[in-house]
Nanobody, 120 residues
Framework: QVQLAESGGGLVQAGGSLRLSCGAS????????MGWYRQAPGKQRELVAS???????NYADSVKGRFIIAVDGAKDTVYLQMNSLKPEDTAVYYC??????????????WGQGTQVTVSS
């Protein structure tokens, strides 16, 4: 069982910055992938950024050059630094983590979501 604790959402003006964090805890062998998704009203959930244990990073085209994903492996925590925010970045942001379980299977878990609102 994996528990995810998210923090860092809020209201910011366009051009501003926010930093999201998500810590994973529970019984598992190791984290293999950590990432952030977002879902705006009336839209499907989409990948924002992800990072593998090996350091492979993937960004959505819409956030490249503005968002930075980073991980603290010792704390099993992933961060999303969001700069130059735009109103279209407004969404609920969800942390997603894949772990290798005690039984050597892979399990994905979602955070509870944190609201990010960017005003124009």
């Amino acid at each position: 069982q994996v528990q995810l604790a998210e923090s860092g959402g809020g209201l910011v003006q366009a051009g501003g910055s926010l930093r999201l964090s998500c810590g994973a805890s529970g019984s598992f062998r190791r984290v293999s992938v950590m990432g952030w998704y977002r879902q705006a009203p009336g839209k499907q959930r989409e990948l924002v950024a992800s990072i593998t244990r090996g350091g492979i990073i993937n960004y959505a085209d819409s956030v490249k050059g503005r968002f930075i994903i980073a991980v603290d492996g010792a704390k099993d925590t992933v961060y999303l630094q969001m700069n130059s925010l735009k109103p279209e970045d407004t969404a609920v942001y969800y942390c997603n983590v894949e772990v290798v379980t005690i039984d050597y299977t892979r399990e994905r878990s979602w955070g509870q979501g944190t609201q990010v609102t960017v005003s124009s």
